[in-house]
C-alpha cells in the first residue's frame, strides 16, 4: 500500500445495494485512513463538513442525477470542500448513460461503470489518490471511449515526465478495463479481451483456458494469442504444471526471469520468458472455473496497477464462463446455495415477497434482517478459502439456531446471510433475536485443526410496514441500517432510520386517515383461539384489532397502535373493540350454548380513565355478555408508578366479575412484589419464552419457572406463541393451563371464526358435513 492510501479517507454515496457492497468491502479491506457510507446526499454532506479530511467521493451519477449533480456544485462553491475529487458512477448500459467519460460535471475526475467490480474500484481510487495533479486534466482516453477535458480552472502543477509516464499508465490501464466492459459475450467477447490485455501489455503470448468436469484432468483452450516470432515447436502450456497450480486456485507474478523462477515448466524455460502472469479465473463462490496466462520476453513493472487491471478483466471472464458452463449443462439457476444448504438468494426474494403479500392480506408485521460478517474478506485472504467455507457454514447453522422454524435464514451473498422474522408482535421481539444473533456469533469458533477463531457480525433490521411495503425497500433499508452497524464499530445491530421529515409526513398522513377509520368501517376485530393443554378444546379467545385500508390493504397494528396511542384514538378504538369483542363473543353463547372468554388488552391510557369502571359496566350492560367472560389484559410493563389507582381501578373491574390478565409476562421490569400485589387471575407467558422451547434451556428455566411461580400465586397460565408440537408437550408437562399460537391457529376474522365453532359443534355431534353429505 502506498502512504497516502493508508491516511485516506473515502466516502461512498450510492443507492445501489450491490455496489455499495463492493466499494465498500474492497476499500476497508486496504485499510484506508477511513471508509464512510452516506445512504444520501444530505448525510454526504454532513461527512464531509465533518471530516475535512476526506480524500475522494464515490458518487453515483444513474439517470439524470439532477441531485448529484448539484452536490458536486456544491462542492466546487465550498472553500473547504472544493479539493475533494469525485469518482462518478455511471450506467453500465450506453443507452441509459447521461453521464460518463463523455459528459462530467465538474468536480468528477475519474468514471466507473455499475455494477462496480472490486479490481477496477482499487485501480481507479488509487489512481486518484496518487496522481490528484492529473484530476484537472483530460481523464481516460482510450480506442473505446474518449471525454472532453474538463472546464477551464486554476492552471494545476505540471507533473515531473516520471509522472507524466506513470498517468499514462493508469489512463491505458483504466481505459482498458473500460473498454472490457462494452465487450459482448461469447466468443466475439473473449476474443476482445484478449485483444486488450494484447494492446495494453504486449505480451508474446496469452492462453485462456476452461477448467473440465472433476472427472477429467484436461483443460479446454478457449482462445489464444501467440506472437509470430514464436515457434509452434516447443512444449504444450496445457501440460506444465504451472497450469495446474492456477487451476488450483493459486496466482503466479514475474516480471522478470520468470523462465527461471517458475519451476518446472519447460514452456516458460524454451522461450526464456522474462514475464508471466497466470491468473485464476473464479466464480462469486470461489470455484476456479479456469485460468488466463500472459507471457512476454521483456521485463514488465508488475505492481498494483498491472496486478489490479488484470484482476478487473478475469472479473468479466469469470463471468462469461459461469454463464457458458451453465448454458452447456443445461442446469436451471438452483434455489439452494450450495456451500450451506441454505436457500439462495433467488428463493429467499421469493420468499420474502411471499411473506409481503400474506402480511398485507392479514395485517401482520414481520422483520428482514440483513447479516454480514466483520472482516470476513481477512479471513479468506489470510487463513485461506477452505477455512472461509467452514467459517459459513458454521455461521449458517448458527443463524438457523437462533430463530424459529418458521423463520427464513438465507446465503444472500459471498458473507452476506439474511432472514426473515414473521408473525412479529411487537419490534422489542425482534431486537432480542438481533441482540441474541451478534451474542452467538461472538462465541469462538473451533476449526477442523483445533485452532479457535473469533468472528463477528454486523446486522441491519428493517419492518414492514413501518420501513417499508416493498421487498425491494426492505431489503435497501436492511442493508442501510447494516452499513450503521458497521459505522457503530461493528459487532452490533441497528434499525432503520427513516429521513426524520419523510417520517413525520407518513405519520402525519397516517394519522389524519386513522381518524376516519372506525367511521368507514375500516377497523376490524380478529380472534385467537386459546386451547385447554388438557384436550385442545376451545376455552376462549384474544380480541386483536386489524385496520384494513381501502388503498393500503391490512396495516399492521404494530404500526397504527402507537400512533393511536400518541395522539388519544387509543381511547376511543380500545373502547369500540372491547364492545365488538363482548357482542360477538354473547351471539356465540347464545347459537352455540358455548360460555368463551373474550379476552380484550387495555392499554397505558384506557388505564388512566377515571370512568373506565364505569364503561367496561356500560359495554356488558349494552352486549349482555356476563362478566366472567371477559378478560382484561394489562401488560406487565406498565408501571404502577405513572398509572394513578391502577391497582384500585384492577380491583374494582374484578369487583365487576371480569378476570385480569398479566399479558407479556417476564418481558417488563416488575418486581415480584409487584406481581404478587397485582389483582389477576392469569399470567400470558411471553412468545419470546415459548418458541426457544427445545432451542435454549435458559428459556425453558424460564418458562418453568414462571409456572411454578403462578402457580404457587393461585394464577393460571397461558402461554402465548406455541408453534410447534415439542411446545405443546413441554407445556403440558409442566401443568400450563391453556395455550394460544399458530399450532392451533392465527388470528381470524370474526365471520372465519364462527366457522370453526360451526365445525366444532358439527364434529361434537357426529352430524357429517355438507360437503360430505353431497
Known sequence: ???????????????????????????????????????????????????????????????????????????????????????????????????????????????????????????????????????????????????????????????????????????????????????????????????????????????????????????????TYRSPELSVE?????????????????????????????????????????????????????????????????????????????????????????????????????LQDTLTNLPNRLLFNDRLETTLKEAHRTGEMFAVLFIDLDRFKSINDSLGHSVGDEVLIAVSKRLRGAVRASDTVARYAGDEFTIILRHIIQREDVMRIAEKIVRVMEVPLTLADGSELHITASIGVSFYPDDAASAERLLKHADVAMYSAKGMGRNNFQTYVAVPEESHQQRLALESKLRNAEKNGELRVYYQPQVETKNEDLAGMEALIRWEHPELGMISPGFFIPLAEENGLIVPIGEWVMRTACADAQRWQARFGLNLRAGVNLSAMQLRQPNLVEVVT???????????????EVTESISVKSIPNLLETLQGLRDLGCHISIDDFGTGQSSLDYIKRFPADRIKIDQTFVRNIGVDPDDEAIVRATIGMAHNLNRAVVAEGVEIEEHLEFLRNEGCEELQGYLFCRPVPAATFENLLAERERLLLGVPSAEAAS
Open 234 to 334: 516447443a512444449p504444450d502450456p496445457l501440460k506444465q504444471p504451472t497450469l495446474q497450480r492456477l487451476l488450483d486456485g493459486g496466482a503466479i507474478i514475474h516480471g522478470e526471469k520468470a523462465w527461471n523462477s517458475v519451476d518446472q515448466d519447460q514452456f516458460l524455460t524454451f522461450f526464456r520468458f522474462e514475464t508471466f502472469i497466470g491468473l485464476p479465473l473464479r466464480d462469486e463462490r470461489r470455484n476456479t472455473l479456469g485460468a488466463i496466462l500472459i507471457a512476454r520476453r521483456s521485463t514488465l513493472l508488475t505492481d498494483n496497477l498491472v496486478v489490479d487491471t488484470l484482476r478487473a478483466l478475469t472479473g468479466r471472464l469469470a463471468a462469461e464462463l459461469e454463464l457458458r458452463r451453465a448454458r452447456e449443462q443445461g442446469r436451471a439457476k438452483g
Open 1 to 223: 500500500m502506498m502512504a497516502a492510501e493508508a491516511n485516506s479517507s473515502i466516502l461512498i454515496v450510492t443507492t445501489q445495494r450491490d455496489d455499495r457492497r463492493v466499494l465498500f468491502e474492497t476499500l476497508d479491506a486496504q485499510d484506508f485512513g477511513a471508509v464512510y457510507t452516506a445512504k444520501d446526499l444530505a448525510q454526504a454532506l454532513a461527512f464531509l463538513q465533518q471530516d475535512p479530511k476526506i480524500d475522494a467521493v464515490v458518487l453515483e451519477f444513474l439517470g439524470e442525477a439532477k441531485e448529484a449533480v448539484a452536490f458536486c456544485a456544491a462542492l466546487k462553491k465550498d472553500a473547504k470542500l472544493s479539493r475533494v475529487p469525485v469518482i462518478g458512477i455511471t450506467a453500465g448500459d450506453p443507452a441509459q448513460r447521461q453521464w460518463g467519460w463523455h459528459k462530467s460535471p465538474r468536480g468528477v475526475v475519474e468514471w466507473m461503470r455499475s455494477p462496480v467490480e472490486a479490481n477496477e474500484v482499487l485501480a481507479r481510487v488509487r489512481g486518484v489518490l496518487a496522481h490528484k495533479p492529473a484530476a484537472a486534466a483530460p481523464p481516460v482516453v482510450s480506442a473505446a471511449v474518449t471525454r472532453p477535458p474538463a472546464p477551464a480552472a486554476a492552471a494545476p502543477i505540471a507533473p515531473s515526465p516520471a509522472a507524466e509516464r506513470e498517468i499514462v499508465r493508469y489512463r491505458v490501464a483504466l481505459g482498458t478495463i473500460a473498454t472490457a466492459a462494452e465487450c459482448g459475450g461469447g466468443d466475439e467477447g473473449l476474443n476482445q479481451i484478449i485483444k486488450l490485455i494484447c494492446d495494453w501489455l504486449q505480451p508474446d503470448f496469452v492462453m485462456l483456458v476452461a477448467s473440465l468436469p472433476e472427472e477429467t484432468s484436461e483443460a479446454q483452450t478457449l482462445a
Open 618 to 632: 356500560s359495554v356488558l350492560r349494552d352486549t349482555g355478555l356476563e362478566a366472567n367472560l371477559l378478560d382484561l
